[in-house]
């Protein structure tokens, strides 16, 4: 009897620790995770004025841009060594409307619509973003990572008349600095909580096509919430809340000595994302 007993205990034993084993086994050396994001995007706010003395547009109120947008996210993560991450990120958004404009809308005090016009909108902010990311725990069950984003901005704005015969447009593209940190405990249940943020505030040149501007100034701001479990080893969902805004404000001399005004321009966006998301783990071996 009590070598049954015994022999009882040292099964239970053995698969006690051969779960323990499973459960924390090392990662591997090197990860490759595809994810993605699908959702919609409401436009709490966007506001764009050219030249001081110039109209402030609001693209909800004036450009017929209120209702929800789709929204969707990729990007590709690579970890290494269980610390070291690398993202790429792409990020498409773009709004149109058409209206008729309620009041006169003027532009560096020469570009024009007024009041009854047929308007069609269109506001574009797509953007690409690679980041590194530094984790402190080198274990599946906690992440607190801090590291450095590059965003590359593709903005575009254009206002239209209906019949063709007015058009005002806007584009610029530049590099974006920013600060980059993110966490996430796991149960273990496989359910996890995480949070992820990207930030930056600047003043002076550094965002502007023209590094002497020292009156300009900018910020972005990304943060998210969420909330997933692993269905499977290789697949996550996760629902997740998402923050996305900034703007920047300021004099470009080079297009002031272009003939654009003053060459003062404004613009700041303000806006929340539901989307569900999901995660793919590549069988890329230890």
Known sequence: MHRRIALVWLVVCCLSATAHAQAEAPEPFFQVRAVGELGFLDVHSNTVRYGRTGSIFRFTEDGG????????????ELTWKGRHTAVFLYQPLEARGETVLGRDITFFEDVSFPAGTPLNVRYAFPFWRASYLYD???????????????????????FTSADGARRWSSRDVGPVPILKVRGRYTFGSGVWL?????????????LSRDNTADSFNASL??????????????????????????GARGTDEEEAAQGLGDGYSSNWLNTATVSLGFLYRLPVGN
Do not use: C, H, K, W
């Not at 402190?136 to 254009?158: D, H, I, K, M």
């Not at 943060?223 to 900034?246: K, W």
């Open 65 to 76: 841009q209120d209702n929800l947008l789709p929204f969707t996210r990729l990007s590709l």
């Open 136 to 158: 402190f725990f080198a274990g599946q069950a906690y992440e607190l990572s801090v590291g450095a984003s590059l965003q590359l901005r593709n903005a575009t704005t254009t």
């Open 194 to 206: 995480g949070l992820e943020v990207d930030g930056i505030y600047a003043s002076g040149g550094l």
């Open 221 to 246: 701001l990304d943060a998210s919430a969420r909330a997933g479990m692993r269905v499977t080893p290789q697949v996550e969902v996760y629902l997740n809340l998402r923050y996305l805004g900034g």
